[in-house]
């Protein structure tokens, strides 16, 4: 036998691991959601995440963009990577802000807007044939744990 495999890990722990672990079945569960909804948005050209950063950016004033990262729980970096794409189809600007030239704001556009109001309708229909596929209160839980993780 290879020594290598005498090195592995318990099985009762790789076992205990895979039944227990919340890091691993977020994981395993963000990961189907993410295929589900960004399927259902694809016909936008729009994957869950941008979809997401564009509902974030809903709003009157444009968010700096170290605050929607902390909102998304993204890195800056990770956003401003986000960001580009979505910015080279006219969805969003990348804007300086007045108060510090050196941070930069970011604003849906009105293609942008226009695009999710069809994407939201989508989603709409999506969201309720998943809790349709869950009890309300396993629903209820899901999103009551998940804040507390927050």
Same mark, same amino acid.
């Given at each position: 036998?290879?020594? $290598? ?49 564009? #509902? ?9 963009? !170290? ?5 998304? !729980? ?12 979505? $910015? *080279?189809? !006219? ?22 807007? $226009?695009?999710? *109001?069809?994407?939201?309708? #989508? ?23 998940? $804040?507390?993780?927050?």
């Amino acid at each position: 036998m290879p020594d $290598a495999i005498l090195d592995l890990l318990p099985r009762e722990t790789v076992l205990h691991i895979r039944d227990t672990c919340l890091c691993l079945a977020t994981q395993r569960a963000a990961r189907r959601l993410a295929r589900r909804f960004d399927a259902a948005l694809r016909p936008f050209g729009l994957t869950n995440g941008q979809f997401s950063l564009m #509902v974030a950016l809903n709003q009157p004033e444009p968010p700096p963009l !170290g605050r929607l990262a902390l909102f998304l !729980g993204m890195e800056p970096s990770t956003l401003t990577a986000a960001v580009k794409p979505l $910015a *080279r189809r !006219g969805l969003l600007t990348v804007e300086a802000d007045p108060d510090d030239r050196r941070s930069r704001r970011l604003r849906i556009t009105p293609d942008g807007v $226009a695009l999710m *109001r069809k994407a939201v309708e #989508v989603w709409r229909s999506e969201h309720a044939a998943l809790e349709a596929e869950m009890s309300e209160e396993v629903a209820d839980a899901l999103r009551q744990g998940l $804040a507390e993780l927050a």
